[in-house]
Every structure is written in structure tokens, then in C-alpha cells.
């Protein structure tokens, strides 16, 4: 009965044999049509049906006796939009091939849905003689996928309502997926890709804390604090970040046999800012009483130090003018004895003077985190800086690596020349008043960049000006010691301090601090 009908649809399509290897015989052809594991039919050109093969009739419920004779349309639901079949028969009528998901009906009713693909057959002459139809039954694929699709809807609407930045890093550090929160981070700091900075600060925090152990249990680190200096001078915010090891299976025809996958990062940052902001306020209220000693006791001590070093010039010259009266008279008379009782009374008092010099406090050496301390000294100098109408320019680098260093002493240090520039600025004259400070990562250390708009340093004295007791200011209250005192805790940290000699108003002040020097 088959055979018949395929004889049929062959008498009206052109010689199969076309192109056929002399070893395949015709009716290899029809066995396998008939035996193909998909819906197979042929059509004349108006989709009536001449043959249709056993596949056919097990997806439809349609014998080959209740088909043939009838057109395709008997397995139309009736549901699709008119236009689609019109493009359909607009597509195959001009010879060309149709592919598409059709809601089809079986004999016993019931719809499934079918993956079609119509092929005209065509002559050698171009002329369409028949259509050769296919099709599965894919209505559990098409669960499956609208199943997963919904899944990864609800993933996304789970993932983008959270109260968190979320967002999923290729080894490269390339944001492959992001959250809502996160893509307000982005407009908020008006960076292109806030996590791979994130990810850095995360990375330094982890090394600083190698060797520590602690424990994460399935994170790859958690609850790590990471503190972004937004550009433009806006207020820091912070972070507590997690990060967990996710993967995906690779779906390429590659690891069909032996399974890949790709590995990502999912991070999670939470934004701490405001609690963070509120222990900022009691810290900073803490350091100003700190720094406010700091400030009286290192008075004293240059004070004392400075009364020290000014009683050594008069000391030395009675001494010598002792040593000269020996060397003329050869003997020792009255003046000699008391001007050397005087050096000996003198030089008791400068030992009585240097033992009151308070020692320098030692301090214990820790991670510093530059933006962090530059803050905290403009905020100290909030007062000052309002007072005499400065404004600030904050530049730093939205994320610093961490240095070890004495925090105290790189304070008191970044202070001191803050000072200095308020200072220079705040006199008679000065019009323009602009601090600019500002931080950057460079050769395995931070510098920092102090200028402001003052009058300047000459050029002669851009050296001088870091002596010991040499002031360019007139005036009795200026000891001279700030940038003095600046270069010894630059160079305990092991790194350098110059100005710079400008061409313009003003004094530049570079620090550069190496990374990984210990005082
Ligand atoms: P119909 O009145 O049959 O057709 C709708 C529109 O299609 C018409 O307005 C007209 O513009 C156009 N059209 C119909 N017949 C022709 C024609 N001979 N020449 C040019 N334009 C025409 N449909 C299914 O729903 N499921 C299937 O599995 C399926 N398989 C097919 C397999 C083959 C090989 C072919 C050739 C067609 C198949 N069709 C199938 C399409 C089917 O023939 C019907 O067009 C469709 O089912 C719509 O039927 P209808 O009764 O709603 O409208």
C-alpha cells in the first residue's frame, strides 16, 4: 500500500535517481522514508496529501487511509495567525524551503506542538511539483525550554530585587552578569565597571591577611570591608563583599564527551556606608582629641628642642673665648673660672632641658589606607579650611592598594603640610585659595600631591626649607621643624618628600610612600 503511494508522489516528481550512487537502489529511499523516526509527508502543490509515512500516522493519530486525499490543513488548529500560513505559501509556492513552529491538532483532538519544515519539490524546468513536509512533536521540548526560561526570569527577578550588588566575573574580571543594584553603583559613581575595583581592594585585603586563615566556609572570602573614593571628591562609601566560586557547564559539541565548564565569581556587596559613616563620626571626634595631644606634646617638644639648639650657639662661643683667654695668658684667672663655672651650669641646663623633651611614642606598624588618612586630616581641618574661605579639590584614586606604615605619624605628617598650605594661603593678597590634594598608585608605592595657591617657595630655598629650624616666614612663632620633622617620617617609611618647583603661584608638595617598607 506504501510502495503505491510513494509510486504516486514519484510519478509526479522528477526521477529520484538524479545524482544516485549507482550502489544505492531506488527503494533504499523508500525504506527509509518509511522507516524515518519523523512525520513525513508529500504534498501536492495545493497541501493535499499523497503519501504520508508510519511516523506520521503515530504523531498525529492519522491512518495513511484517513490522510491521503485530505489536505494538510486537517492538522490546523486553527489558532495560528492567518498570515503566517499565507507566508508560508508564499515562501514554498516561489520554490523556496519553510521552517517554523505550527499548534497543531491531532485526530483525537488534542494539540501539540509541531517543528515543521516544508521543502518544495522542484523540476528541472523550476516548476514546484510537490512538497515534502516534516515534522516532530516537540511540546515537551518546548516545556522544557519555557520551563528553564521561566526559571532564569525568576532567578533574574530574585537576583535583581535583592538589596545587594550582585554581580558574576569571568576569570578576566569581566562582568558577565549584574543586578539592579548594581547598575545603579554604576550610575551612582559614574564608573563603567565598578566590581573589578572592588574586586582589587578585595584581592589587597586578601593578601594582608594571607597566612591568617580565616575561615569562610564555601567562600572564596566573606564579609571583607572595601572602602570606594568615588571620583570628584564625593564621600567614600564602603562595601562588606563575599565572593563564591560558581560554574557553568560548557554546552559547545566540544565537551559533549568530556564534560567542561567555566568558572566565574559571584560577588556580593553590601553597601555599609551608613553605619560605616556613624563610627566615622566617633573616630574622627576620637582622633581630633588624639591629634589635639599629638599637637601639644610635639609642640613642647620642638619648643624645647629648638630653646636646646639655641643654647648650644652661646654655649660653644663662651667655650671657645675660654679656650682663646688659656691659649693667650697661659693661666686660668678669674674671668676664665667663672665663665667656665657658667658653660658647666649652662650645660646642665641643656641636659635638664633635653631630658624634658618627651620621647616620641612608639607606634605599632599596621595596613594604612592613604584616601582613609587624607580624609581624616581634611576633615580635621575642616574648621581651618572654612575659615580662611580654601577650597578643596580631593582627587584620590577611587581605590588605593593598603601600606604598611605608622598611621599616627603619617597623620600628624599629611597634617603638618596641610597646615603649611592653609597657612601660605590664609594671608593678605592671596585671592585665589584652592587646596588641592590628591592620591595615585604609582612605581610600587602612593604619592600624594599637596598644592595649593599660595605665594610659593623660591627656588633658592625649595631645599633649605627642609632644614631643620630654617623658616622662610617671618615672625617669632615659627619654629621651622613641620617639613623637617615631615621628611624623617617619610624617610622612616622609606620613601621621599620634594617640592616642586612651579611656574605659577603656588606650592606643589609630592610624598611618595613605598608599599611594602616597614619603618
Ligand atoms: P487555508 O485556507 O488552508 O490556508 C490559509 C492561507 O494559506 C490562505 O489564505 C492562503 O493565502 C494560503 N494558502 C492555502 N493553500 C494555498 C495554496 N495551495 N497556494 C497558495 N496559498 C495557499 N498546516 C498546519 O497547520 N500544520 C501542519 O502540520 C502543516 N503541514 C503542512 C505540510 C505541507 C507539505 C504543506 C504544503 C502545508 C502544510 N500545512 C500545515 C499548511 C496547510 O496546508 C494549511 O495552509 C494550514 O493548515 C492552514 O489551514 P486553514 O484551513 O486554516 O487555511
Given at each position: 500500500m506504501i510502495n503505491k503511494q510513494l509510486r504516486a508522489a514519484a510519478e509526479s516528481a522528477?526521477?529520484?535517481?538524479?545524482?544516485?550512487?549507482?550502489?544505492?537502489?531506488?527503494?533504499v529511499f523508500q525504506h527509509t522514508v518509511n522507516q524515518a523516526d519523523m512525520a513525513i509527508s508529500i504534498t501536492d502543490v495545493q497541501g493535499n496529501i499523497l503519501y504520508i509515512n508510519p511516523a506520521f500516522t503515530r504523531v498525529t493519530g492519522y491512518a495513511s487511509e484517513e490522510a491521503v486525499g485530505q489536505n494538510q490543513s486537517i492538522l490546523s488548529n486553527h489558532s495560528m495567525p492567518r498570515e503566517l500560513y499565507q507566508g508560508l505559501w508564499q515562501t514554498i509556492s516561489h520554490g523556496e524551503h519553510w521552517g517554523g513552529r505550527l499548534i497543531n491538532r491531532r485526530k483525537d483532538g488534542s494539540k501539540y506542538l509541531a517543528e515543521l519544515s516544508i521543502s518544495p519539490v522542484v523540476?528541472?524546468?523550476?516548476?514546484?511539483l510537490n512538497y515534502l513536509g516534516m515534522h516532530r512533536d516537540i511540546t515537551e521540548v518546548h516545556r522544557l525550554e519555557s520551563e528553564v526560561r521561566n526559571q532564569k526570569a525568576l532567578i533574574e527577578s530574585v537576583v535583581d530585587a535583592a538589596p545587594v550588588v550582585i554581580a558574576l566575573l569571568d576569570v578576566d574580571d569581566r562582568v558577565v552578569l549584574d543586578n539592579h543594584d548594581y547598575k545603579k553603583l554604576q550610575a551612582d559613581l559614574g564608573m563603567a565597571e565598578p566590581a573589578p575595583i572592588l574586586m582589587s581592594a578585595v584581592r589587597a585585603s586578601l593578601e594582608l591577611d594571607s597566612?591568617?586563615?580565616?575561615?569562610?566556609s564555601g567562600y572564596l572570602f566573606l564579609d571583607r570591608e572595601v572602602r570606594l573614593d568615588p571620583p570628584g571628591g564625593r564621600s567614600p562609601r564602603w562595601f562588606s563583599c563575599s565572593g563564591s566560586r560558581v560554574r557553568e557547564d560548557d554546552t559547545s559539541a566540544d565537551a559533549f564527551l568530556a564534560s567542561q565548564g567555566r568558572d566565574y565569581l559571584l560577588l556580593v556587596a553590601k553597601e555599609i556606608t551608613s553605619l560605616r559613616l556613624q563610627q566615622e563620626k566617633v573616630r574622627v571626634a576620637a582622633l581630633q582629641v588624639l591629634m589635639a595631644d599629638e599637637d601639644r606634646v610635639s609642640g613642647l617638644r620642638e619648643s624645647l628642642a629648638a630653646a636646646t639648639f639655641r643654647l648650644e650657639g652661646p654655649l660653644n662661643m663662651m667655650a671657645s673665648v675660654v679656650g682663646m683667654l688659656a691659649r693667650r695668658k697661659g693661666e686660668t684667672d678669674a674671668m676664665s673660672v667663672a665663665l667656665t663655672e657658667a658653660i658647666t651650669a649652662g650645660q646642665q641646663a641643656l641636659k635638664d632641658l633635653r631630658s624634658m623633651i618627651p620621647g616620641e611614642t612608639r607606634e605599632a606598624i599596621g595596613a594604612v589606607n592613604l584616601n582613609e588618612l587624607l580624609r581624616d586630616v581634611l576633615d580635621l581641618s575642616t574648621g581651618r579650611l572654612l575659615a580662611a574661605g580654601i577650597t578643596v579639590i580631593w582627587q584620590p584614586q577611587a581605590m588605593l592598594p593598603a601600606l604598611q606604615g605608622a598611621p599616627n605619624k603619617l597623620r600628624s605628617m599629611f597634617k603638618a603640610l596641610i597646615d603649611n598650605a592653609i597657612e601660605a594661603m590664609?594671608?593678605?593678597?592671596?585671592?585665589?585659595r584652592e587646596l588641592t590634594v590628591a592620591s595615585k598608585a604609582r612605581l610600587g608605592g602612593i604619592e600624594v600631591d599637596i598644592a595649593d595657591t599660595g605665594p610659593g617657595i623660591d627656588g633658592a630655598q625649595i631645599l633649605k626649607v627642609f632644614e631643620p629650624f630654617h623658616t622662610t616666614k617671618r615672625g617669632g612663632c615659627h619654629l621651622g621643624t613641620g617639613l623637617s620633622s615631615a621628611q624623617q617620617v617619610v624617610a622612616e617609611h622609606g620613601g621621599f618628600i620634594e617640592i616642586e618647583p612651579t611656574t605659577t603661584r603656588g606650592c606643589r608638595v609630592r610624598v611618595l610612600l613605598p608599599l611594602d617598607r616597614r619603618p
Amino acid at each position: 500500500m506504501i510502495n503505491k503511494q510513494l509510486r504516486a508522489a514519484a510519478e509526479s516528481a522528477p526521477p529520484v535517481a538524479d545524482g544516485l550512487p549507482p550502489s544505492i537502489h531506488p527503494q533504499v529511499f523508500q525504506h527509509t522514508v518509511n522507516q524515518a523516526d519523523m512525520a513525513i509527508s508529500i504534498t501536492d502543490v495545493q497541501g493535499n496529501i499523497l503519501y504520508i509515512n508510519p511516523a506520521f500516522t503515530r504523531v498525529t493519530g492519522y491512518a495513511s487511509e484517513e490522510a491521503v486525499g485530505q489536505n494538510q490543513s486537517i492538522l490546523s488548529n486553527h489558532s495560528m495567525p492567518r498570515e503566517l500560513y499565507q507566508g508560508l505559501w508564499q515562501t514554498i509556492s516561489h520554490g523556496e524551503h519553510w521552517g517554523g513552529r505550527l499548534i497543531n491538532r491531532r485526530k483525537d483532538g488534542s494539540k501539540y506542538l509541531a517543528e515543521l519544515s516544508i521543502s518544495p519539490v522542484v523540476s528541472a524546468a523550476g516548476e514546484v511539483l510537490n512538497y515534502l513536509g516534516m515534522h516532530r512533536d516537540i511540546t515537551e521540548v518546548h516545556r522544557l525550554e519555557s520551563e528553564v526560561r521561566n526559571q532564569k526570569a525568576l532567578i533574574e527577578s530574585v537576583v535583581d530585587a535583592a538589596p545587594v550588588v550582585i554581580a558574576l566575573l569571568d576569570v578576566d574580571d569581566r562582568v558577565v552578569l549584574d543586578n539592579h543594584d548594581y547598575k545603579k553603583l554604576q550610575a551612582d559613581l559614574g564608573m563603567a565597571e565598578p566590581a573589578p575595583i572592588l574586586m582589587s581592594a578585595v584581592r589587597a585585603s586578601l593578601e594582608l591577611d594571607s597566612g591568617r586563615g580565616r575561615r569562610t566556609s564555601g567562600y572564596l572570602f566573606l564579609d571583607r570591608e572595601v572602602r570606594l573614593d568615588p571620583p570628584g571628591g564625593r564621600s567614600p562609601r564602603w562595601f562588606s563583599c563575599s565572593g563564591s566560586r560558581v560554574r557553568e557547564d560548557d554546552t559547545s559539541a566540544d565537551a559533549f564527551l568530556a564534560s567542561q565548564g567555566r568558572d566565574y565569581l559571584l560577588l556580593v556587596a553590601k553597601e555599609i556606608t551608613s553605619l560605616r559613616l556613624q563610627q566615622e563620626k566617633v573616630r574622627v571626634a576620637a582622633l581630633q582629641v588624639l591629634m589635639a595631644d599629638e599637637d601639644r606634646v610635639s609642640g613642647l617638644r620642638e619648643s624645647l628642642a629648638a630653646a636646646t639648639f639655641r643654647l648650644e650657639g652661646p654655649l660653644n662661643m663662651m667655650a671657645s673665648v675660654v679656650g682663646m683667654l688659656a691659649r693667650r695668658k697661659g693661666e686660668t684667672d678669674a674671668m676664665s673660672v667663672a665663665l667656665t663655672e657658667a658653660i658647666t651650669a649652662g650645660q646642665q641646663a641643656l641636659k635638664d632641658l633635653r631630658s624634658m623633651i618627651p620621647g616620641e611614642t612608639r607606634e605599632a606598624i599596621g595596613a594604612v589606607n592613604l584616601n582613609e588618612l587624607l580624609r581624616d586630616v581634611l576633615d580635621l581641618s575642616t574648621g581651618r579650611l572654612l575659615a580662611a574661605g580654601i577650597t578643596v579639590i580631593w582627587q584620590p584614586q577611587a581605590m588605593l592598594p593598603a601600606l604598611q606604615g605608622a598611621p599616627n605619624k603619617l597623620r600628624s605628617m599629611f597634617k603638618a603640610l596641610i597646615d603649611n598650605a592653609i597657612e601660605a594661603m590664609n594671608t593678605r593678597g592671596c585671592r585665589e585659595r584652592e587646596l588641592t590634594v590628591a592620591s595615585k598608585a604609582r612605581l610600587g608605592g602612593i604619592e600624594v600631591d599637596i598644592a595649593d595657591t599660595g605665594p610659593g617657595i623660591d627656588g633658592a630655598q625649595i631645599l633649605k626649607v627642609f632644614e631643620p629650624f630654617h623658616t622662610t616666614k617671618r615672625g617669632g612663632c615659627h619654629l621651622g621643624t613641620g617639613l623637617s620633622s615631615a621628611q624623617q617620617v617619610v624617610a622612616e617609611h622609606g620613601g621621599f618628600i620634594e617640592i616642586e618647583p612651579t611656574t605659577t603661584r603656588g606650592c606643589r608638595v609630592r610624598v611618595l610612600l613605598p608599599l611594602d617598607r616597614r619603618p
